[in-house]
């Protein structure tokens, strides 16, 4: 079963180097976190899955990778100096701070239960302001991004003419956000830099309706496709009073956390409003000509934006499992093997220098083409048990025999059933269990 309890992924990824809180000699600093080893390694394939199905096998989506600082006529331009902020109350009784539209009873504080403890709310802008260069005067005013998707708009020209793409099509990007959360929450789920997982795409203004339909199924079927199950899964539409400024309708992709449903992606119909926007503000011309129907427009924009960091989230709780074997329990990471660490761990069986040859031999023959890891310290057992927690879908064991019979044995992390495969086929035998 999949984890109920946000603490058995939590500590898993402590102890086995997925996920560190940041600074934590130094007493931690709220809300942020290091990936370490394996999370470093699973938040990139999330990331190249992502690119994967979103732009590499799509003739119709670019990729490009914008500035992460940008300039305040920007996001004048978006609405987000003046629309992006979060209602702000804060408890006079304990001094704690909340997000007054997250709240379960907007007059009684969590924190200490105090009753009509609260300030008046007030609006708290998000964005993150810094100065760029030596002087630190109202010219040098910068932002950190709080999302990836304005540097698309500013782009739109750019790319229509070095890509010769036409509408439909879209600009796609994978990248740092910056958001000063008021009360950033679950783990990783809600911090203020996390990476996003955005795509613009572009169409005739006619066309709006239908491609948003199609990007909420496809995306929908993304999480589907690397192993998050239905009942974990739900594409919610947005309320009319929930919509952003820009949007005409948006629709919510939402997975089943420990606390509840929560966000994973939104999909929203942008219409013209940001390219309109960024339009007027700096006086150039965002628009495409069809040469075929003699017509001038401003494209409509649908926006799929998913959380790269709440993802991976979301795929360690649904891929988490604990089962009894032998009278013990294990615990196996069932990852999709694009989404796992290590595709291979290659085992030797003993230490000893008449083995190691071979096996450095076959975990760098592996190696080209895999993400491998090599393990030679304890039992057997333990360690199958270690690949296991840590979701290494396929386990290389090289013994004595193989010595004799140029075979290995290969074990599946999910049956834990064990072949003998010739080396000579076991790349063969890799990808097709592997299917990558």
């Known amino acids: 079963m999949a984890a109920t309890e946000l603490d058995q992924i939590v500590n898993l990824c402590k102890r086995r180097g997925f996920v560190y809180p940041s600074a934590e000699i130094y007493g931690g600093f709220r809300s942020t976190y290091d990936y370490g080893p394996l999370g470093s390694l699973m938040l990139r394939n999330v990331k190249d899955a992502w690119v994967r199905s979103m732009v590499q096998q799509r003739d119709d989506v670019v990729l490009i990778d914008a500035a992460v600082l940008g300039p305040p006529q920007v996001w004048e331009a978006s609405g ?5 902020s979060d209602p702000l109350v804060d408890c006079t009784v304990c001094r704690n701070r909340f997000r007054l539209d997250k709240l379960d009873d907007p007059n009684v504080c969590p924190s200490c239960g105090g009753s009509g403890t609260f300030t008046e709310a007030r609006q708290f802008n998000l964005m993150f302001k810094t100065q760029a260069g030596p002087v630190a005067d109202a010219g040098a005013d910068a932002y950190l991004r709080p999302e990836t998707a304005q540097g698309m708009f500013t782009n739109f020209s750019n790319v229509l003419q070095t890509s010769r793409k036409r509408p439909p099509f879209g600009i796609a990007q994978v990248g740092k956000s910056f958001r000063n959360e008021i009360t950033p929450q679950n783990w990783i789920f809600r911090t203020r830099e996390f990476e996003q997982m955005e795509l613009e795409f572009f169409v005739p203004p006619a066309d709006g309706a239908s491609w948003y339909e199609y990007w909420c199924e496809h995306r929908m079927e993304w999480y589907r496709d690397l192993g998050i199950p239905d009942s974990m899964l739900r594409l919610r539409p947005h309320a009319d009073d929930e919509l952003s400024h820009y949007s005409t309708g948006t629709s919510d992709v939402e997975f089943l956390f420990p606390w509840g449903w929560d966000e994973l992606e ?15 503000h700096s006086g150039e011309r965002l628009d495409f000509f069809d040469q075929a129907s003699d017509e001038r427009y401003v494209p409509y924009v649908i926006e799929p934006a998913a959380g790269a ?3 991976m989230a979301a795929f360690l709780l649904a891929a988490y499992d604990e089962e009894e074997v032998n009278g013990e329990t294990r615990t196996v990471l069932r990852l999709h093997p694009r989404l796992a660490p290590y595709k291979v761990a290659v085992l030797p069986l003993s230490k000893k220098d008449t083995l190691t040859p071979l096996a450095k031999e076959i975990r760098a023959m592996i190696g080209e083409r895999y993400m491998v890891d090599y393990d030679e310290t304890q039992a057997i057992g333990r360690r199958y048990r270690r690949q296991d927690e840590i979701g290494t879908p396929l386990c290389v064991t090289v013994d004595f025999d193989s010595l004799e019979d140029s075979a290995v044995t290969v074990r599946d992390r999910d049956s834990m059933e064990q072949v003998r495969v010739p080396i000579d086929s076991l790349m063969s035998e890799l990808s097709t269990r592997l299917g990558i």
Request: no cysteine; proline share 0%; charged share 15%.
């Open 80 to 84: 987000h100096l003046s629309n992006f």
């Open 266 to 280: 939104g999909i929203a119909q942008r219409t013209d409003y940001d390219l309109t926007q960024h339009a007027a």
């Open 309 to 311: 960091t709440r993802t």
